[in-house]
């Protein structure tokens, strides 16, 4: 690839999409942002506006709205990688969900393709916590949430779209399945003791029934969340990959670093 070829970032102002973008425009590459109000716009849900979107790109950021788990996904991530490849886009790089068996029927339809893949795999992100539904509980100081005791390797949104830029724009990355995690199992209790030594603020930790927890949300999320704090953190998250390490040659970032980082920069209050 040269440094003029266009590259669609789909979820372009996301938490991994919008740091691929900056990434990539720092480079002097020229991105397309896929968004469902962009310039060009892109919506998973129509798919009159994807070959416009693809048209002139070379390469694809691949981050599936709501998430590869919902029914439906991996037909979605078929027929677009299908759709890349036949208009030249061939080199794409999929956002996918760890211990997903979802997900993962995404990367083998990606796989089948035709294209010059690479998958990018991860579960909770570190700033689930400043850039999502944890951010406020963290305020007020206290989390409460239905996850136990399973350790999580939290993984950083930077080092994901560090991964996914390098597998974007250098050669040797084809046919990779990277799993991402951070360097260490943390329980969420355990997270919310790390921010609170980094802010130097007592954050409170409840576990509640998932049954409990999903009565306080939207109810067009509860079923994903049920997923997410039952299936997905039923401990086959449980172990460290060793993606940041074989793509980049570095270790992750970690948890702590994350969160004194985040406190300094005052987004807890």
Known sequence: MTNNTMTLVTGGTG?????????????DRPVRIGTRKGGVPFDW???????PALAGTSAAYVAYYPDLAVPGAGEAIEAFSELAVSTGTRRLVLLSGRGEEEAQHAEQVLAGSGAEWTVVRCSWFNQNFTENFLLEPIQEGHLVLPAGDVGEPFVDADDIADVAVAALTQDGHAGEIYEM??????TFAQAAAEIGAATGREIGYTQIPVEAYVEHVPAEYSDFLTYLFTTVLDGRNAHLGDGVQRALGREPR???DFARESAAA???G
Do not use: Q
């Open 15 to 27: 938490k991994t999409g919008r740091r691929v973008v900056e990434r990539l425009t720092a480079m």
């Open 45 to 51: 849900e129509d798919r009159s506006t994807w070959e």
């Open 181 to 186: 995690t951070g360097p260490r199992l943390l």
């Open 254 to 256: 970690d948890f702590a």
């Open 266 to 268: 005052g987004i807890w």
